[in-house]
T-cell receptor, first 112, second 116 residues
Framework: GNSVTQMEGPVTLSEEAFLTINCTYTATGYPSLFWYVQYPGEGLQLLLKATKADDKGSNKGFEATYRKETTSFHLEKGSVQVSDSAVYFCALRGYTGNQFYFGTGTSLTVIP | GAVVSQHPSRVICKSGTSVKIECRSLDFQATTMFWYRQFPKQSLMLMATSNEGSKATYEQGVEKDKFLINHASLTLSTLTVTSAHPEDSSFYIC????????????FGPGTRLTVL
């Protein structure tokens, strides 16, 4: 079946630190992979996505590369800001169908 | 583009009453919408998949008679929490699926339900 395993938080970093949030997946076929961000009190927003192996999704300084050999889609940012404080969800959409599977979310707090 | 709205954003009700939450895709048609429930500091739990013009598909453990879903048009799905109890208090999020080239889910801002 399809599932997503995400690094547990919470994560606390100082401003300008490097961020990595690990995400691995289990899926049949070739899923599409996503990172969503949820700011306090708001719904989820798509941060970036990748639809095939070796694709790199990027947005707002965040990057993630679809690694089929390690079934991973780790989120990285070189220099975090206070405004990046949020909960980050890794998700996959199966090769067939349109249902999404979410990880448990990782809370990030960036302190000045 | 691809905006999803939810109404209301926040609702407080008495135990035993019913509450309806609307989910609308504002600028696209969505044959499929999803309803999620999110507990504090936890992930989204898929409750049901709502397909326009047909019955919703509920996930295991979700009471279909308690959480009534109607997807009467391509831009509107509703979730009605019937005979609400305090344990139904939660953050309910809908999403609408945009098929075609993008194949993405777009999420509503969520509805905070508090049952007294």
């Amino acid at each position: 079946g399809n599932s997503v395993t995400q690094m547990e938080g919470p994560v606390t970093l100082s401003e300008e630190a490097f961020l990595t949030i690990n995400c691995t997946y289990t899926a049949t076929g070739y899923p599409s992979l996503f990172w969503y961000v949820q700011y306090p009190g708001e719904g989820l927003q798509l941060l970036l996505k990748a639809t095939k192996a070796d694709d790199k999704g990027s947005n707002k300084g965040f990057e993630a590369t679809y690694r089929k050999e390690t079934t991973s889609f780790h989120l990285e940012k070189g220099s975090v800001q206070v405004s990046d404080s949020a909960v980050y969800f890794c998700a996959l959409r199966g090769y067939t169908g349109n249902q999404f599977y979410f990880g448990t979310g990782t809370s990030l707090t960036v302190i000045p | 583009g691809a905006v999803v709205s939810q109404h209301p954003s926040r609702v407080i009700c008495k135990s035993g009453t019913s509450v309806k939450i609307e989910c609308r895709s504002l600028d696209f048609q969505a044959t499929t919408m999803f309803w999620y429930r999110q507990f504090p500091k936890q992930s989204l739990m898929l409750m049901a998949t709502s397909n326009e013009g047909s019955k919703a598909t509920y996930e295991q453990g979700v009471e279909k008679d308690k959480f009534l879903i109607n997807h009467a048009s391509l831009t509107l799905s509703t979730l009605t929490v019937t005979s609400a109890h305090p344990e139904d208090s939660s953050f309910y999020i809908c999403s609408a699926y945009l098929a075609g080239g993008r194949n993405e889910q777009f999420f509503g801002p969520g509805t905070r339900l508090t049952v007294l």
